[in-house]
């Protein structure tokens, strides 16, 4: 039997570097395949994080560090198209981050199953563009005003949903059930703050194989408003979401994830702390030490802070964003390699 059935993650999952220039039609290639989710940032500047996907169209940004609204681009500015093997950014305007002429930017790249169909698993009706085989999906819904589920697409669970509301100036919420172990206990924490994990039941309160369920008091299911959601079943081999406990030390804890990182986010749930992002391509051998905080426009930090080893991960720093003594720390993680896929070729470390 396959440890995996993802052979090569960047398929699925991509980190793409590039240099801004400030012009029309400035197009991104090398991602290696058509991109559904584009995460952007700039590196070297105080600019915010850009999200543009598939389903609501490439014109339309989220910023992961504010709970602003969703902004369109004015036409030939800032994002354009998402393509066959990457995207195109164009004139700085709305959001000026991710194409200024000579600036260093970032973009991960998710592969789901293109611009999306009607979904009607649920009692509502939601648009859906689903990759099975990477656990992930592009959802987006109008609210109803009452509880009400609606399709996911997956055909297996979600561990991890990521919402923001498209036309109200709201948090991104992120949902689990890893820390408290239900839909409803320790199940929630913001993306675009610092703030720690809190219990709801007035939000998502159950998943299942093919629907997501609100309940009524959910601010989602607000009959003015839309949504989109992203949503992360576990893969074996190419994804891994849990937490761990910090020891505050520089020998910190190991992370096993049974593959070679390529992506990890670290929310510290027990404290007020920034969110990190790390990725192999910004840092390609350890130790690594390039920061981006999701929650914040602020430009790529320097710190040493982990290993990124063939079977998981390592904290070598003291920091309480990452490693703080005693607390919580949930975690994201996409794979550059499983440590042995269907080929029985093994990963080694770096």
Known sequence: MAYTTINKSTDYFNTKLYTGNGSNNHAITGVGFAPDLVWA?????SNGHVLFDKVRGA?????????????????????????????????PAQ?????????????????????????????????????????????????????????????????VIITKGLNVANSWIVQQNILG????????????????AASSSALINNVSTSTISFAGSDSFVNGSYNYVH?????????????????????DGPFIYTGFKPAWLMIVNTSSTQNRVIFDNKRDPFNVMDGILYPNSTD???????IDFLSNGFKLR??????????????????????????????????
């Open 41 to 45: 940032k700039r590196r070297d500047g």
């Open 230 to 250: 992203y949503c992360f079943a576990e893969k074996t081999g190419y994804s891994k979401f849990g937490s761990y406990t910090g020891n505050g030390n520089a």
């Open 95 to 159: 959001t000026g981050g991710i194409n200024p002429n000579g600036a260093s930017c970032v973009a991960w790249n998710w592969k789901g199953g293109g611009s999306g169909s009607t979904n009607n698993d649920g009692s509502t009706a939601s648009v859906v563009s689903a990759n099975t085989t990477a656990g992930f999906s592009i959802v987006t819904h109008a609210g109803t005003g009452s509880a009400t589920t609606i399709g996911h697409g997956l055909g297996a669970a979600p561990k």
């Open 59 to 91: 014109t339309k940004i989220l910023q992961s560090d504010t709970a602003s609204a969703e902004i369109t681009s004015a036409s030939g500015k800032d994002t354009v198209s998402l393509d066959s093997d990457g995207f195109t950014v164009a004139v």
């Open 181 to 196: 172990g239900s839909w409803t206990s320790s199940n929630y924490f913001y993306l675009n703050s610092a703030s720690t």
């Open 299 to 305: 430009g790529e930090q320097t710190q040493d802070s």
């Open 317 to 350: 720093v003291t920091g309480n964003d990452r490693n703080g003594s005693g607390n919580t720390l949930f975690f994201m993680a996409f794979a550059e390699a499983p440590i042995v896929g269907t080929n029985n070729i093994p990963c080694t470390a770096r």
